[in-house]
């Protein structure tokens, strides 16, 4: 890619092309309701993010069209001395521009954004089934450290 890639907080205005991306792959299908309007919960989880200084929901542009979106969110933990931790969700780069190293650009940025907040850790998960993503994020240096767990809670 020869242009510029910058990053900036998204905008309720990039809500339905942030949405448009998380669905658009096998998982996200399965997970995302992608339709117009969007459902009211996006649009209230984008503001909760939007109203925490701990949180930055990002864009990754190119020629002020939007190729990428992340989440970042920063957590102070009492272990490790009172450090705080960086954790990055929700990545996606739109499908025009995978495998040309957007993606690499977009973490290797939060990367600098997590030093930046004096952060000693940045982690993030994956699902097993993304075992593209998986060698991805391990050519990048994360290593596979620790088992995360989930439990999935009925919403009421």
């Given at each position: 890619m020869e242009n510029e ?32 309007p ?26 002020g ?56 850790l ?13 060698r ?14 989930k ?6």
């Amino acid at each position: 890619m020869e242009n510029e890639i910058l990053f900036r907080q998204a905008e309720a205005k990039d809500l339905d092309k942030i949405v448009k991306m998380l669905a658009d792959d096998p998982l996200g299908k399965t997970r995302e309701n992608y339709r117009h309007p969007l459902p009211k919960q996006y649009i209230k989880a984008f503001e909760a993010i939007q109203s925490d200084p701990n949180n930055e929901l990002m864009v990754a542009t190119l020629e002020g069209d939007i190729i990428g979106v992340l989440q970042i969110t920063f957590t102070p933990y009492i272990t490790h001395q009172g450090g705080w931790r960086a954790t990055i969700e929700g990545v996606r780069t739109d499908e025009s521009v995978r495998g040309k190293g957007i993606g690499t650009k977009m973490i290797t940025w939060a990367i600098e954004r997590a030093k930046s907040r004096n952060c000693h850790l940045v982690q993030l998960t994956t699902d097993k089934s993304r075992t593209d993503a998986l060698r991805f994020y391990e050519n990048l240096g994360f290593k596979a450290t620790h088992e995360g767990l989930k439990l999935k809670l009925n919403r009421r």
